[in-house]
């Protein structure tokens, strides 16, 4: 296990190394400049002021040469840099967003697993049945349905037919959890379903995978209850494809937090990779991607384990 946890930690250098460089240079290359920003709402501007702001924010450098400065600076201080409009540390800005997208993304997992893994299951037990066709269908809209739109739907139509719509000031968890929780739960559930998808229908077929082995028959036989059968012999092995379905959730928790964030007014990282994006600031655009990637490799490398607990033949050599 150790030598398997040392030969994966370093196999995350390169691929961090390409990160880096795709982030750094793919984001100054988005049409528009910060310069220009800054300098729109200005009644006169010069040359010597453009050239005061670019020398200020450190702009003026070759990029090659930002880009050895950032590294180095992500290595040797572990700071990701200071936002190009607010001047405090990118760090302090994403620190501040995590724990609202974080929420989002764990209530968003519970509820994409309450979903998917029954319906999955009942829908392989009860195969070519009614309720086997609904479950597909059920299965096959939400993977169809954005969540961009169900998430304006949900916002623009109660509205209208019944005078309501969900929580749009924000309130901090600490500050209220009930009234936080029913400002969240809304978009949580949206990016449950979202997600729960793809999970119903792999669990659907890895279930009737396993209901035709030669072990579940033998249980079968044996007299076994129908729910002993399913969780002590069946669930168990069919979810191993379904795990590595969860740890690719996380991009889809990221790409659904981008937009749901921005239409019920949250403000996580989502939505401060959007204003980041839209005011050109490279420092906060290239950290929250770069820590988006350090995410899904860690929680990649944690789903690789769980296999080992899911599968005893699993072997870390």
């Given at each position: ?134 479950a597909r269908s059920f ?45 969240v739960i809304v978009p ?94 490279y420092s906060i655009v ?32």
């Amino acid at each position: 296990m150790q030598a398997y946890l040392i030969r994966r930690l370093l196999l995350m250098i390169p691929t961090l190394i390409v990160t880096t460089l795709i982030v750094f240079f793919v984001v100054r290359l988005v049409p528009g400049s910060i310069i220009d920003l800054m300098v729109s709402d200005m009644e006169f501007t010069t040359q010597m002021d453009r050239d005061a702001i670019q020398h200020a924010l450190g702009l003026d450098k070759p990029i090659y040469t930002q880009y050895v400065r950032w590294v180095w600076q992500i290595i040797s201080q572990g700071s990701l840099g200071k936002s190009l409009w607010k001047n405090v540390p990118v760090t302090q800005e994403i620190l501040a967003r995590i724990p609202v997208t974080l929420e989002l993304g764990v209530l968003s997992l519970i509820v994409g697993l309450i979903i998917s893994i029954p319906i999955g299951v009942y829908s392989a037990m009860r195969q070519d049945t009614v309720g086997d066709y609904i479950a597909r269908s059920f299965a096959i809209l939400l993977i169809a349905l954005p969540g961009f739109w169900v998430g304006t739907m949900v916002v623009v139509f109660p509205a209208l037919w019944w005078k309501w719509s969900p929580p749009m000031i924000y309130i901090s968890l600490t500050e209220d959890p009930i009234g936080n929780f029913k400002q969240v739960i809304v978009p949580a559930i949206i990016l449950g379903m979202a997600m729960s998808g793809v999970t119903m229908r792999m669990m659907r077929t890895m279930m009737l995978e396993v209901l035709r082995q030669d072990y579940i028959r033998t249980a079968w036989a044996k007299g076994l209850e129908e729910k002993t059968v399913i969780r002590k012999h069946a669930l168990k092995n069919a979810l191993i494809p379904v795990v590595t379905i969860v740890g690719l959730w996380m991009p889809i928790v990221v790409e659904g937090a981008v937009i749901l964030e921005q239409i019920f007014n949250l403000p996580g990282i989502g939505r401060l990779l959007i204003e980041s994006a839209f005011t050109r600031d490279y420092s906060i655009v290239s950290g929250l991607v770069l820590l988006i990637a350090c995410g899904i490799l860690v929680i990649n490398l944690f789903i690789d384990l769980i296999y080992g607990f899911l599968d005893p033949r699993v072997r870390f050599d």
